[in-house]
């Protein structure tokens, strides 16, 4: 059945290492967004994507890249120059043009960084 | 610059009443609200929405009010059941993107 991956559900590294975050969906969304949560907040925009090889950035991408070589899979990666990269991170997808409306999450990522 | 805000962070009710979550917005050009219900460690997962030419949309024992001149959304559960204990968060759409209050946590108490 359809829906969305992201694996794996904790995920643990040293400061200073770079980590990729893994986003796969099988509902044949063209849109793709990455979020971020932290305590007493609500999710923050990080990057998305409209469009196979296309990607822009949302309100927090400093310290963050992404790729998007597959409609499927939406990599995020968690660079050395992200101040406070502990967090929970979810992926999201949608229908193109849907935007906010048709939006459906995965079920995190916990990061921390030791 | 907090463009959605939910005020309380926490609210509590008696199982069988009804739960209100507020919900107020700074920003006139949004022009679709949602609701979203999370457990811990998952994703959110959609509940209701209302576009900014309605002023109530129901569903089921969920209803979502919207006072456009308070800049102003509430979500009305009723009657409240265990399973409705979760994280909510209200939420608003800018172009193709999703702007999220900070979330308020119910619980309900048998």
């Known amino acids: 059945d359809g829906g969305i991956t992201q694996s794996p559900k904790y995920l643990f590294r040293k400061e200073g290492q770079n980590v990729t975050l893994s986003c796969e969906q099988n509902?044949?969304?063209?849109?793709m967004y990455w979020y971020r949560q932290d305590p007493g907040q609500g999710l923050r925009l990080i990057y998305y994507s409209q469009i196979v090889n296309d990607f822009q950035k949302g309100d927090i991408a400093e310290g963050y890249s992404v790729s998007r070589e597959k409609k499927e899979s939406f990599p995020l990666t968690v660079t050395s120059a992200q101040k406070n990269p502990t967090a929970f991170y979810l992926c999201?997808?949608?229908?193109?043009?849907?935007?906010?409306?048709?939006?459906?999450f995965g079920p995190g990522t916990r990061l921390t960084v030791l | 610059d907090q463009q959605v805000k939910q005020n309380s962070p926490s609210l509590s009710v008696q199982e069988g009443r009804i739960s209100i979550l507020n919900c107020d917005y700074t920003n006139s050009m949004f022009d679709y609200f949602l609701w979203y219900k999370k457990y811990p460690a998952e994703g959110p997962t959609f509940l209701i929405s209302i576009s900014s030419i309605k002023d109530k949309n129901e569903d089921g024992r969920f209803t979502v009010f919207l006072n456009k001149s308070a800049k102003h959304l509430s979500l009305h559960i009723v009657p409240s059941q265990p399973g409705d204990s979760a994280v909510y968060f209200c939420a608003a759409i800018k172009g193709q993107k999703l702007v999220f209050g900070q979330g308020t946590r119910l619980t309900i108490n048998p």
């Open positions: 509902l044949n969304h063209d849109a």
């Open positions: 999201a997808s949608s229908i193109r043009g849907a935007g906010g409306i048709g939006q459906f």
